[in-house]
C-alpha cells in the first residue's frame, strides 16, 4: 500500500511540474532555401511564351544525371562583338512615324533603351539613299537625264530629312553608342553605265567622284549628329536584279577601294571602316579576292555577309584565310509565308548562333518594320520580307519573329562582349558570351522534335534545365 502511494505521488508530481523543467526535443533543421543563380528567358516556336523570364530556381551543383551537357568555358576567348540589330530602312522609319507620339516614343525606348523593358538594340544598318524597302528609288544627288554633277554641287540628305534621319536623331539620343552601318543600293543613275537604277555598273571614270560621294555623306551624316561607324561599298554586289541595284564584281571593288574610296577616306581623315562584299556566303571566294589585292588590303576592315545561298561556316572560311580581318552578319528576312517556329529555328540557328560561331562581330536581321502589306517597297522590291514588327495603326503595332530572333541575343549581350567556347550537345545549338559586366549568357536552340533536358555546366557544377522543341532559351549568371 504503502509503495502504490509513492508512485502515484511520484506521477502526480511530474505532471504538476513547470514546464521550465521539461526537456525539448531537439529541433529539425529549417532546410535551406534555394537561391536561383541563373536566370533564364524563353521563347517557345509555338508562341504560348515570348521572352519571357522564367521563375523556376536554377542553382548549380554536382549531382550526377545521364543528360546531355552544354560546356561553357571562358578561358577560351574568340570575337568581340559590336552588336545585334536590325536594317533601319527609310520605310521602317516611314512607318514607325505613323504612330502616335507617346505610342513611337514608348517603342523606341523598348527597342534602343537601357531600361529592363528593353530588347537593347545596339547596331543598325542603313541605306545611303534608297533601299527596295523605301516606296520610291533615290540617290542624294539625283539629277535630269543627260545631266552630271562632278563637283557634287547638288549632293543633300533631304530625301531622308523627313522619317531616316529625325528617328535616327531620337534613337542616337537613347543610345549614343549605337554602331550604325551605311549600305548604297544605287550610285547616282548619272555615275552608271545604263542610266537606270536597276542593275548596270559603275563607270570607271567616276570611282573618284563616287569616292566623294561616301565622304560627303559621312560628313554631311555626322553634321547631323550621327556618326557612321562602317560602310560597305555596295549592298548585294552580286544582285544586280533588284530596286535599286548594282553590280560589282569584286575586281571592281577592289579597284574601287584600293585607288578611290580608301584614299578618299585617308585624305578626309575619316575613321569609318570599309567593309568588303556585303552578300551571300555561297561567294567567300569575293571577299578573299577582294583582301588579295595588296593595294585593297589595308583600307578594308573586314567582310559581310549575308545568308540566301550558302552555308554560314563560309564566315569562317573568310577567317581562316585573314585571320586579322573583321566579319560581319548584316542582312537576312523573315518572309510573310515563314511560320513563327520555323523562323524562329533557323534564325536563331544560323543568323544568331552560326555566324557568332564563325567569328560575325553582327547579326543582323532584315527590316525593323513595315505595314500589315509588307510595304512601303519600290517597285520590283521586296514584297514577302515581313519586319521585326508590323505597324498596324497610330496606336498598335505586332511584334513578329524577328523581334525575338535579335531579342534573345541584344538583350543580353551588349555591345564589348566576347564570344567564350561553349560545347555543341546534340540538337541543343548554342553559343556563349562573357559580358563587359562579367556576365556569362548562354543562347540555346533546341533544334530536334523532342523535348530535351540538359546540363548548363561551367566551372565544374552544372544547373539542369529544359527547352521544348524548337524552343530559344538565353541563361545569364
Aim: glycine fraction near 8%; hydrophobic fraction near 35%.
Amino acid at each position: 500500500m504503502k509503495i502504490f502511494f509513492l508512485i502515484t505521488l511520484s506521477v502526480l508530481l511530474s505532471k504538476c511540474s513547470p514546464a521550465s523543467d521539461t526537456v525539448n526535443p531537439t529541433p529539425k533543421p529549417t532546410p535551406p532555401v534555394a537561391v536561383n543563380e541563373v536566370d533564364f528567358w524563353l521563347t517557345k516556336g509555338n508562341q504560348t511564351v515570348n521572352l519571357q523570364k522564367q521563375t523556376s530556381i536554377l542553382a548549380f551543383g554536382t549531382t550526377y544525371n545521364n543528360y546531355a551537357t552544354i560546356e561553357v568555358d571562358d578561358s577560351q576567348t574568340f570575337q568581340s562583338i559590336d552588336g545585334f540589330g536590325y536594317t533601319l530602312t527609310g520605310g521602317s522609319a516611314q512607318v514607325i512615324n505613323l504612330l502616335n507620339t507617346q505610342k513611337r516614343q514608348e517603342l523606341l525606348q523598348e527597342l534602343f533603351g537601357a531600361n529592363g523593358n528593353s530588347i537593347a538594340i545596339s547596331y543598325l544598318r542603313i541605306s545611303i539613299g534608297a533601299s527596295d524597302m523605301n516606296a520610291t528609288p533615290f540617290t542624294y544627288d539625283d539629277l535630269p537625264s543627260g545631266q552630271t554633277d562632278m563637283n557634287l554641287d547638288n549632293f543633300s540628305l533631304a530625301p531622308d530629312k523627313t522619317d531616316l534621319i529625325p528617328m535616327l536623331k531620337e534613337i542616337v539620343a537613347i543610345n549614343p553608342k549605337i554602331k550604325i552601318m551605311a549600305t548604297p543600293w544605287s550610285p547616282p543613275v548619272w555615275m552608271k553605265d545604263n542610266a537606270n537604277f536597276i542593275g548596270g555598273s559603275l563607270k570607271s571614270e567616276y570611282y573618284g567622284i563616287y569616292a566623294q560621294y561616301f565622304v560627303k555623306y559621312i560628313q554631311k551624316m555626322k553634321a547631323e549628329g550621327i556618326t557612321i561607324d562602317a560602310i560597305t561599298p555596295q549592298n548585294e554586289p552580286l544582285h544586280p536584279g533588284n530596286n535599286p541595284s548594282m553590280l560589282m564584281l569584286a575586281s571592281q571593288q577592289a579597284d574601287f577601294i584600293k585607288n578611290n574610296l580608301g584614299p578618299a577616306f585617308q585624305a578626309a581623315n575619316l575613321t569609318t571602316k570599309i567593309v568588303a562584299y556585303d552578300h551571300n556566303c555561297n561567294k567567300p571566294e569575293y571577299p578573299i579576292a577582294v583582301l588579295n589585292d595588296s593595294g585593297a588590303y589595308p583600307f578594308v576592315d573586314g567582310s559581310a555577309f549575308h545568308l540566301y545561298e550558302g552555308d554560314i561556316s563560309a564566315l569562317s572560311t573568310v577567317h581562316n584565310a585573314f585571320p586579322n580581318k573583321n566579319l560581319y552578319f548584316t542582312e537576312q528576312y523573315t518572309s510573310s509565308t515563314g511560320s513563327f517556329e520555323g523562323d524562329l529555328k533557323w534564325h536563331v540557328k544560323n543568323v544568331v548562333i552560326g555566324s557568332m560561331r564563325n567569328w560575325s562581330k553582327t547579326a543582323l536581321e532584315w527590316n525593323l518594320a513595315n505595314n500589315a502589306s509588307f510595304g512601303p517597297n519600290t517597285p520590283g522590291g521586296c514584297t514577302t520580307c515581313k519586319g521585326a514588327l508590323t505597324i498596324n495603326s497610330s496606336d498598335n503595332f505586332t511584334r513578329n519573329v524577328g523581334y525575338y530572333i535579335i531579342a534573345h541575343a541584344s538583350k543580353f549581350v551588349p555591345a564589348g562582349s566576347v564570344r567564350i567556347a561553349s560545347t555543341i550537345s546534340g540538337n541543343l545549338n548554342n553559343v556563349a558570351f562573357k559580358t563587359p559586366s562579367g556576365k556569362n549568357v548562354l543562347i540555346v536552340e533546341n533544334d530536334g522534335s523532342n523535348a530535351e533536358i540538359f546540363n548548363v555546366k561551367y566551372n565544374g557544377n552544372w544547373v539542369t534545365t529544359s527547352l521544348e522543341s524548337g524552343s530559344v532559351g538565353t541563361f545569364i549568371w
